[in-house]
Antibody, heavy 122, light 108 residues
């Protein structure tokens, strides 16, 4: 069974950067199109960006353009999301997610990591 | 950007009752819609994809329908674990992928 195992909770000061990792266990990273979704405390789900297998590129939400970088290391089956210039509004749980079948551009998110809490506070 | 609007914001029901949740897209998304259930402290779980197909392991009390801009999730007989927050999501027209604001299903 496939699991996404995320790195632990982080605390950062405003203006700093954070990098969250997501290791694929039970399969290869190359079998998935990884996306990142975040959820601020008491709020809804917000898509940040993800890999489009049709265009073979990572697409980012406009809100995060220039501030987020998503990368993949197939040698370690680990995906990462780095967010810079943090503010208190970035305090949230960050999830790596993916569909479970053959990667396709129009797919729901069946697999979720356990989430990583990022707290931004001075 | 496709805006997803869920209604109602909160639904108060009793165990064993039938619940109907709605989701509307601001433009046609074909059948590229998913439903998720989230319980406190947990990651969301996929219930339905492609508007009407139950995900692996999802019980038959969950059913869904719709296409284009109007979608419905029905839970035929509410169990204790169903009192949670439900989100719809479109993945037809992206970026961005967008979620509804959620419907809270609470015990009456």
């Amino acid at each position: 069974q496939v699991h996404f195992i995320q790195s632990g909770a982080e605390v950062r000061k405003p203006g700093a950067s954070v990098k969250v990792s997501c290791k694929v266990a039970g399969n290869s990273l190359s079998e998935f199109s990884i996306h990142w979704v975040r959820q601020a405390p008491g709020k809804g789900l917000e898509w940040m960006g993800g890999f489009d297998p049709e265009d073979v590129q990572i697409n980012y939400a406009q809100k995060f353009q220039g501030r987020v970088t998503m990368t993949e290391d197939t040698s370690t089956d680990t995906a990462s999301m780095e967010l810079s210039s943090l503010t208190s509004e970035d305090t949230a749980v960050y999830y790596c997610v993916a569909g479970s079948g053959v990667p396709r551009p129009d797919d729901a998110f069946e697999i979720w990591g356990q989430g990583t809490m990022v707290t931004v506070s001075s | 950007e496709v805006v997803m609007t869920q209604s109602p914001a909160t639904l108060s029901m009793s165990p064993g009752e039938r619940a109907t949740l709605s989701c509307r897209a601001s433009q046609s998304i074909s059948n590229n819609l998913a439903w998720y259930r989230q319980t406190p402290g947990q990651a969301p779980r996929l219930l339905i994809y492609d508007a009407s197909t139950r995900a692996t392991g999802i019980p038959a009390r969950f059913s869904a329908s719709g296409s284009g801009t109007e979608f419905t999730l029905t839970i035929s007989s509410l169990q204790s674990e169903d009192f949670a927050i439900y989100y719809c999501q479109q993945y037809n027209n992206w970026p961005p992928i967008t979620f509804g604001q959620g419907t809270r299903l609470e015990i009456k």
